[in-house]
């Protein structure tokens, strides 16, 4: 009898370590290590990668953003100023090369090297403001709300953000580094002009005060890429400007709600995928 059982033990010994050697059963990962140092970067929240005890890649790791109390913190995922979505993904949803430009969530995680993986140097970022990503142009004092013709006029006297990118110019012609001209014309009248560098996420912002002296009604931003060069092309977007108005107590809670996801108090936490583990939990 104890040489039947000294067999079937050693026979199931086997087997679990064949098991193991080709792959089918794995051991639970153990979870990486990160040093790190918080500061203040140009009023963002700013988590730095000092040490990192192995590469691994970005989507092995779930962000999360929650509220002191525990419940996840919301942005606006539409531009509709209605935040509707839980600060909830993957680091490479996240990923960028540059903090310039618009960003469809309000934090970042600048991977400096582009690779798709952690590494020393890379730095997490958290918005107290942002630019939503959105409609070419946006009324920034109020929520980043899409501005065009009736009903979406913009009063005067209001900050007026033009997104620069593929998606808000409708065409795939432009580049990092495409020199950008923006006139803000009334009839043949050119208000405003301004220029600017489209970064290395691909995208640029520029931001145009409407002075509340200037002519009410139909306006267009003609925007060139490239302006002066052979490949030069230009897109043009029309809007109605409307009698200076004070911005409504509602106005301004959904530009805090929108343009403000985090504040004081909000804790950050990197979950591990594969060990389930939380590997950094930082409070703002």
Known sequence: MGTILLLIITVALTSVLGLFLFGLVKTPEDPPRFDTVQTGLNGRWAIQFTGVSKELKLSDFQFIGSHANGTYLQYDSDSDGVPDAPLSMTLDKLATMSSSGPTLFPASYIDTN????????????????????????????????????????????????????????????????????????????????????????????????????????????IVSIRPGEPTEWQNEFHFKASAPAPITPAEKATYDQVGKAFSTGDVVYIVHKPSNRVVLEVQL
């Open 114 to 221: 582009g690779d798709g993986n952690i590494d020393v140097g890379d730095t997490f970022l958290a918005y107290p403001s942002y630019v939503p990503q959105g409609g070419a142009l946006q009324d920034a004092s109020r929520g980043y709300k899409i501005v065009g013709l009736p009903p979406d006029d913009i009063p005067l006297d209001s900050d007026l953000v033009i997104l620069v990118d593929p998606t808000t110019m409708g065409s795939p012609d432009v580049h990092p580094g495409d020199h950008i001209q923006i006139e803000l014309k009334h009839g043949s009248h050119v208000e405003a002009t301004t220029t600017g560098v489209v970064g290395p996420n691909g995208a640029m912002t520029s931001t145009i005060h409407l002075d509340p002296g200037w002519f009410q009604g139909s306006y267009k931003a």
